[in-house]
C-alpha cells in the first residue's frame, strides 16, 4: 500500500504562487507515475499535470500549461507542484494521485492510490 499526503495549499492572492507536496510512504514511488487532480466546487474532478516514472516525462492540462510545474525528489519520495501565476480560477482542492504502471495517464482512473486533498484559495 502507499499512502500519500499532500500539503502546501493555503489562501493567495492573485498572480501569486504556491508549492504543493505531495509525501509518499509505504513504498518507494520513484518507478511509479504520478499525477495531480483537482476538484473545483459544484465540478468534476479535473487532470492537472504528470509525471512518469523513471524518465520523468511531464503533461499538462492546457489550462495550467507554462504556469504549473510538476517534479519529483525520489531521494524525498515526494512529487510537486509549483504554481505560479494562480488564477481564480485555479481554486480548487488538488489531489495527488500514484499509479503502479510508469507510465502517465490524464485519466483519474488509471490512478491506484489518492491522496486527501489539499486546498487552494485564489482570491482576486
Known amino acids: 500500500q502507499v499512502h500519500l499526503v499532500e500539503s502546501g495549499g493555503g489562501l493567495v492572492q492573485t498572480g501569486g504562487s504556491l508549492r504543493l507536496s505531495c509525501a509518499a510512504s509505504?513504498?518507494?514511488?520513484?518507478?511509479?507515475?504520478m499525477a495531480w487532480f483537482r476538484q473545483a466546487p459544484g465540478q468534476e474532478r479535473e487532470f492537472v499535470a504528470t509525471?512518469?516514472?523513471?524518465?520523468?516525462?511531464?503533461h499538462y492540462a492546457e489550462s495550467v500549461k507554462g504556469r504549473f510545474t510538476i517534479s519529483r525528489d525520489n531521494a524525498q519520495n515526494t512529487v510537486y507542484l509549483q504554481m505560479n501565476s494562480l488564477k481564480s480560477e485555479d481554486t480548487a482542492v488538488y489531489y495527488c494521485?500514484?499509479?503502479?504502471?510508469?507510465?502517465?495517464?490524464?485519466?483519474?482512473?488509471?490512478?491506484?492510490?489518492w491522496g486527501q486533498g489539499t486546498q487552494v484559495t485564489v482570491s482576486s
Open positions: 494521485a500514484a499509479r503502479v504502471s510508469g507510465l502517465a495517464y490524464p485519466l483519474q482512473y488509471e490512478y491506484d492510490y
Open positions: 509505504g513504498r518507494t514511488v520513484s518507478s511509479y507515475a
Open positions: 509525471i512518469s516514472g523513471r524518465r520523468d516525462n511531464t
